[in-house]
């Protein structure tokens, strides 16, 4: 009898080890309780200059930050949090392991141009997976982002 309630109890915890910790996917790494994206996620523009202050994470092309995008979360600090994207970016950064900027998504772009105009229009500066850096052109004057 205790042999076959020891068994028990050694499949039970077995069962419940299995199921508490969380996996990763051989493109994902879980820090914390985080799953971070090894192979590259969205494009992240930040509040301040050297990828400081709160971001917003883009998976996609924006036609016009004027809809409302705004900085919707918290990086290094608070600054800037709540505030709309458009023409208050001042640093870029495509997602990797390193980065601050958190995300799972793969969007397959490789290139994300931050313009001056909506519409992608006028001048730009350019992202290359996995650049990172201050915006040049469009510091706090930018209106689109393209992702190709």
């Known amino acids: 009898m205790k042999f076959k309630r020891a068994l028990i109890s050694i499949v039970a915890a077995a069962g419940l ?3 508490a910790a969380p996996s990763a996917s051989a493109d994902s790494i879980i820090i914390d309780g985080t799953k971070y994206n ?3 996620g969205g494009f992240c523009l930040f509040y301040n200059s050297n990828q400081q202050g709160s971001y917003h994470m883009f998976f996609q092309s ?3 930050f004027a809809n409302g995008t705004t900085f919707n979360t ?5 600054a800037g949090y709540g505030q709309g994207v458009w023409n208050n970016a001042a640093s870029g950064a495509w997602w990797t392991t390193s980065s601050p900027c958190k995300g799972c998504v793969d969007v397959g772009a490789t290139h994300a ?3 001056f ?3 992608y229009m006028g001048s730009y500066d350019q992202f290359n997976k ?3 850096g201050n915006l040049h052109y469009t510091y706090n004057n930018n209106a689109s982002l393209y992702m190709y």
């Open 17 to 19: 080890i299995g199921f």
């Open 38 to 40: 090894n192979c590259g």
């Open 62 to 64: 924006v036609s016009s």
């Open 74 to 78: 918290v990086g290094t600090s608070n």
């Open 113 to 115: 141009r931050v313009y």
């Open 117 to 119: 105009n909506s519409n």
């Open 130 to 132: 996995p650049a990172a």
